[in-house]
């Protein structure tokens, strides 16, 4: 049968079939996560720091004070939120700042809080103007005025919420307005995992998976993880499936170097995008400096996606150089992918300055 042809019912079937695949990957993510403090792995700072916050604010019969975390993408900001809800014994309601654009939003939220809920608010840095504005009283006096009417007649009625908590998470903190961060009464910068805590991390979730593994192939994930627990996780279910099809299910450091070859993961965590970045950097443009735009159309992705993606690992691995004239190469770059830098260095091929951003 031609579905083309006939019906529209072969994209609805693929639609289904993606929908499933992600709401499995979902699942998996939700019984890996740690369900209170002394199961979290790692940030032993910030968990040192936030029990006492919470363990007073229980003493107190209190609602917990409004909790800020920044940190990189996949570090746990949002376990964490759900750990405060747990350890306080109270419901959470997600959502996000990109899903708040009106103050009506906001306070359609807000004002279906129970008493002692906690609030997660994630990409807090996204959120529009006015209902940044509307939260501030919200945090602060646990108020909001609704505007009703509009121009000379219009009427701003208060309206009292319960008391709450808001646990804010962000990958940008310096893009939040001061007021808005002096409202939260703890803030906490999630850290990079080290290979150790990476490893205790992989364990884990090998125990929860019901998946063999030696230590050796542990330290072999936890190596290619990029510090990121949930890299990490995922890079353990590829090395499982490679595992259950190509061995006998047991992973170690042969059958994990192996998987993540063949999902294009090299030793120090690279990935294709990475290193796509990285050969064009060095072969078209001679290590630089060379303007992002330049650099993102010459691998086939957008601005913001080499910027947000693959810039910030390859800065933090040294391969990468952010300069006033545009990105730069550095040797460890040129010795990672085997390439001999140009005479003089970056540059020396006489197309330095000629790339903008």
Known sequence: MNWDETTDAAPDTERLVGASADHEDQAVEAALRPKDLGEFIGQEKVREQLDLVLRAARARGATADHVLLSGAPGLGKTTLSMIIAAEMGAPIRITSGPAIQHAGDLAAILSSLQEGEVLFLDEIHRMSRPAEE???MA????????????GPGATAIPLELPPFTLVGATTRAGLLPPPLRDRFGFTAHMEFYEPPELERVIHRSANLLDVEIDTDGAVEISGRSRGTPRIANRL???VRDYAQVKADGHIDRDIAAAALAVYEVDARGLDRLDRAVLEALLKLFGGGPVGLSTLAVAVGEERETVEEVAEPFLVREGLLARTPRGRVATPAAWAHLGLAPPQGGPGATGQQGLFGA
């Open 134 to 136: 509307m939260l501030y």
């Open 236 to 238: 353990l279910r590829r």
């Open 139 to 150: 945090m602060e006096d646990f108020r909001v005025d609704v505007i009703v009417g509009k």
